[in-house]
């Protein structure tokens, strides 16, 4: 670490005690790009949702926001969609995965056959969910076949046909997650603890699901996130205009249809809010959980 | 919990990965592992119906309300290509998608090493910086980001997408590069720096050649992210730097324009295109030990 840079050498050699010294150049490229296209953006948004387009106090915007029942219900109709969501794909994610952890022949192909849907893009899962559950699809002929309902069952253009687009896109990158948190402990500790009498229900419950606590916060995070921001599927297959209006079709609609900026930005920033306030709420839980090495890498 | 830590490279070796049995259960796992199987059947039945629906629309003639089309053709194939200029929007994703990668690694590989090996005043900001993207809906820093573009009248060029863009990839190249790098031996590093090397050639000839695996992991997975990253591309592309997902979007969000069935041949054209790059991806990348070894970062 051979500092050479700086003008005095009072002055580098206290920046070089604190650990500046010129090696950290290696980060400026990424940093300046970040400060230039993320942190700046981000707090001329916010400067510019202090400004509302038809004047009023410097919080007119977010009173305005909150006070019109259409705008601050999307803040709910996204919670409804997002968090069902992202909790149906980590809770779908743990049991197949606890069951793919080991080895055995096949794995590696069914590990690829549930995660390739992450290819499909919300687009072609939107377009077969509106052919595939519409009145006219596959599943409501079989079912009508089937004599288990009379009349097609309607799955699309409301809630129900959102959530399933989240699932279908979600569940890969959650299954995925949890699976290799899961391939992460060490199988030596679940067999110490046979080794001392523990049944299998025990194991789980006692080993396996404390160990795996702190990666299902941290897979179900990113599957909120993804989920928070959900927004072509919502339009393609959902109601935009009542049921699914979420956060980010208000804010979508605020910039480029009405043209008020100002709003957009003041939509976009308490999107930031809301999503991170949960994200703090599960961290927080986290915090309270285990979060030491779990020994092996074995996958 | 620091004394397990020796002894992960003995876990590692798969030295007990003969005969182990997936569940190692006993009798309550069965019917339950028969469950869980069950479930995933169903999904993946409905999946391969709900994709094969599409694929199957993209060829028929004409379908309304029966089990299977009518006829089949490939028309719609020809017409996806001419009507929505496919040519076109396919050169614009790869050109985004290439410059994406090229930038973030670029950038990000040494970012990557810095955070990895040094402790500094300021180290947590950084990190907070680089944590913020990922975390953060597109929508959210999309919006003011295209709005500043706007501003500058970079919206709707080429250079515009490809800088959207690389808000959520250098990060990402970040967090996939730091335990590449956690793994590589300062002592190695210690002997260049010892027998005269500078830390270009310290980067060049020592560390590059020995996190091409990493390189290539991150590589792959922001090229795969990029080609499917929709909302930033939506919000700052004009009509000449569509990627191929918006493309598709805006052409599905205006139904009567155009057929259903060109609409479906696009979606499927897209969706070949990116299991395509999935898979080689995977053939490169065991994905579940890069997700594995990232968990030691975010934990702090």
Same mark, same amino acid.
Not at chain 2, 118 to 127: H, L, Q, S
């Given at each position: 670490?051979?500092?050479?840079?700086?003008?005095?050498?009072a002055?580098?050699h206290?920046?070089?005690?604190?650990?500046i010294?010129?090696?950290?150049?290696?980060?400026?490229?990424?940093?300046?790009?970040?400060?230039?296209?993320f942190?700046?953006?981000m707090?001329?948004?916010?400067?510019?949702?202090?400004q509302?387009a038809e004047? /009023?106090?410097?919080l007119?915007?977010?009173?305005?926001?909150?006070?019109?029942?259409?705008? %601050?219900?999307?803040? +709910?109709r996204?919670m409804?969609l997002a968090?069902?969501?992202a909790?149906?794909?980590?809770?779908?994610?743990? $049991?197949?995965a606890?069951?793919?952890?080991?080895r055995f022949r096949?794995?590696?192909?069914?590990?690829?056959?549930? #995660?390739?849907?992450?290819?499909?893009?919300?687009?072609? #899962?939107a377009?077969g969910?509106?052919?595939?559950?519409?009145?006219?699809? +596959?599943?409501?002929r079989?079912?009508?076949?089937? /004599?288990?309902?009379?009349? $097609? #069952?309607?799955?699309?253009?409301?809630? +129900?046909? #959102?959530?399933? %687009?989240l699932?279908i896109?979600?569940?890969?990158?959650?299954?995925?997650?949890?699976?290799?948190?899961?391939?992460?402990?060490?199988?030596?500790?679940?067999?110490?603890?046979?080794t001392?009498?523990?049944?299998?229900?025990?194991r789980?419950?006692?080993?396996?699901l404390?160990?795996?606590?702190?990666g299902?916060?941290t897979?179900?995070i990113?599957?909120?996130?993804?989920?928070? %921001?959900?927004?072509?599927?919502?339009?393609?297959?959902?109601?935009?205009?009542?049921?699914?209006?979420?956060?980010a079709?208000?804010?979508?609609?605020?910039?480029?249809?009405?043209?008020?900026y100002s709003?957009? %930005?003041?939509i976009?920033?308490l999107?930031?809010?809301?999503?991170?306030?949960?994200?703090?709420?599960?961290?927080? +839980?986290?915090?309270?959980?285990?979060?030491?090495?779990?020994g092996?890498? /074995?996958a | 919990?620091t004394?397990?830590?020796?002894d992960? !490279?003995?876990?590692? *070796?798969?030295? !007990?990965?003969?005969?182990?049995r !997936?569940?190692?259960?006993?009798?309550?796992?069965?019917?339950?592992?028969w469950?869980?199987?069950?479930?995933?059947?169903?999904?993946? *039945?409905?999946?391969?119906?709900?994709?094969?629906?599409? *694929?199957?629309?993209?060829?028929?003639?004409?379908?309304?309300?029966?089990?299977?089309?009518?006829?089949?053709?490939?028309?719609?194939?020809?017409?996806?290509?001419?009507?929505?200029?496919l040519?076109?929007?396919?050169?614009?994703?790869?050109?985004?998608?290439?410059?994406v990668?090229?930038?973030?690694?670029?950038?990000?590989?040494?970012?990557?090493?810095?955070?990895?090996?040094?402790?500094?005043?300021?180290?947590?900001?950084?990190?907070?910086?680089?944590l913020?993207?990922?975390?953060?809906?597109?929508?959210?820093?999309?919006?003011?980001?295209?709005t500043?573009?706007?501003?500058f009248?970079?919206?709707?060029?080429?250079f515009?997408?490809?800088?959207?863009?690389?808000?959520?990839a250098?990060p990402?190249?970040?967090?996939?590069?730091?335990?590449?790098?956690?793994?590589i031996?300062?002592?190695?590093?210690?002997?260049?720096?010892?027998?005269?090397?500078?830390?270009?050639q310290?980067f060049?000839?020592?560390?590059v050649?020995?996190?091409?695996?990493g390189?290539?992991?991150?590589?792959?997975?922001?090229l795969?992210?990029?080609?499917?990253?929709?909302?930033?591309?939506?919000?700052?592309?004009?009509?000449?730097?569509?990627?191929?997902i918006?493309?598709l979007?805006?052409?599905?969000?205006?139904?009567?324009?155009?057929?259903?069935?060109?609409?479906?041949?696009?979606?499927?054209?897209?969706?070949?295109?990116?299991?395509?790059?999935?898979?080689?991806?995977?053939?490169?990348?065991?994905?579940?030990?890069?997700?594995?070894?990232?968990?030691e970062?975010?934990?702090d």
């Amino acid at each position: 670490m051979a500092a050479t840079a700086g003008t005095s050498p009072a002055l580098r050699h206290r920046l070089a005690e604190r650990g500046i010294d010129r090696s950290l150049l290696l980060l400026v490229p990424a940093v300046a790009v970040l400060v230039a296209l993320f942190l700046y953006p981000m707090l001329y948004g916010v400067g510019l949702s202090l400004q509302p387009a038809e004047g /009023g106090g410097v919080l007119a915007n977010y009173a305005a926001f909150f006070q019109d029942s259409y705008q %601050s219900g999307t803040v +709910w109709r996204t919670m409804r969609l997002a968090l069902p969501a992202a909790l149906i794909n980590v809770g779908a994610s743990v $049991p197949i995965a606890y069951r793919l952890r080991g080895r055995f022949r096949g794995r590696r192909l069914l590990t690829a056959i549930l #995660v390739l849907p992450v290819t499909l893009g919300t687009v072609l #899962v939107a377009d077969g969910l509106l052919r595939y559950l519409g009145p006219k699809g +596959w599943f409501n002929r079989v079912l009508l076949d089937l /004599g288990l309902v009379d009349e $097609p #069952v309607r799955l699309i253009y409301n809630y +129900w046909g #959102v959530l399933f %687009s989240l699932i279908i896109t979600g569940f890969p990158f959650a299954f995925l997650l949890v699976l290799s948190y899961m391939s992460g402990i060490d199988p030596t500790l679940e067999r110490a603890a046979a080794t001392l009498g523990a049944g299998p229900r025990q194991r789980v419950r006692y080993i396996t699901l404390p160990l795996l606590a702190p990666g299902l916060a941290t897979t179900f995070i990113l599957a909120f996130v993804l989920a928070f %921001s959900v927004f072509p599927s919502a339009n393609l297959v959902g109601e935009p205009a009542d049921e699914t209006r979420v956060m980010a079709i208000a804010a979508y609609q605020a910039a480029f249809e009405k043209y008020d900026y100002s709003m957009a %930005s003041t939509i976009a920033v308490l999107m930031g809010v809301f999503e991170l306030l949960v994200i703090a709420l599960v961290l927080l +839980w986290r915090g309270r959980l285990y979060t030491g090495s779990t020994g092996g890498k /074995g996958a | 919990m620091t004394a397990l830590d020796p002894d992960p !490279p003995a876990a590692a *070796v798969p030295a !007990p990965a003969k005969a182990r049995r !997936p569940g190692i259960p006993g009798r309550w796992g069965r019917p339950y592992a028969w469950l869980v199987w069950g479930a995933v059947a169903f999904f993946l *039945v409905n999946l391969g119906a709900l994709i094969l629906s599409v *694929v199957v629309d993209s060829f028929a003639t004409t379908w309304f309300g029966t089990w299977l089309p009518d006829g089949y053709t490939l028309d719609w194939y020809a017409d996806a290509w001419r009507e929505f200029g496919l040519a076109q929007v396919l050169q614009v994703t790869l050109v985004v998608a290439l410059a994406v990668v090229g930038v973030s690694l670029l950038f990000g590989v040494p970012a990557a090493y810095t955070l990895a090996r040094r402790d500094f005043a300021g180290k947590r900001v950084v990190m907070l910086l680089l944590l913020l993207p990922v975390l953060l809906p597109p929508i959210t820093y999309g919006i003011p980001l295209a709005t500043v573009l706007y501003k500058f009248q970079l919206a709707g060029t080429l250079f515009g997408v490809i800088a959207a863009n690389l808000v959520p990839a250098l990060p990402f190249v970040v967090l996939v590069m730091t335990p590449f790098i956690e793994q590589i031996d300062t002592n190695i590093e210690s002997a260049a720096r010892m027998c005269g090397a500078r830390t270009r050639q310290v980067f060049t000839r020592v560390l590059v050649p020995l996190l091409v695996p990493g390189i290539l992991a991150a590589g792959i997975l922001v090229l795969v992210r990029t080609v499917a990253m929709f909302e930033l591309t939506f919000l700052v592309a004009g009509p000449d730097s569509q990627t191929l997902i918006v493309a598709l979007y805006s052409a599905a969000f205006t139904p009567g324009i155009r057929a259903a069935q060109a609409i479906d041949a696009m979606a499927v054209i897209y969706t070949a295109l990116s299991a395509t790059l999935l898979t080689v991806a995977l053939f490169f990348v065991n994905p579940t030990q890069i997700v594995a070894q990232v968990r030691e970062t975010p934990a702090d």
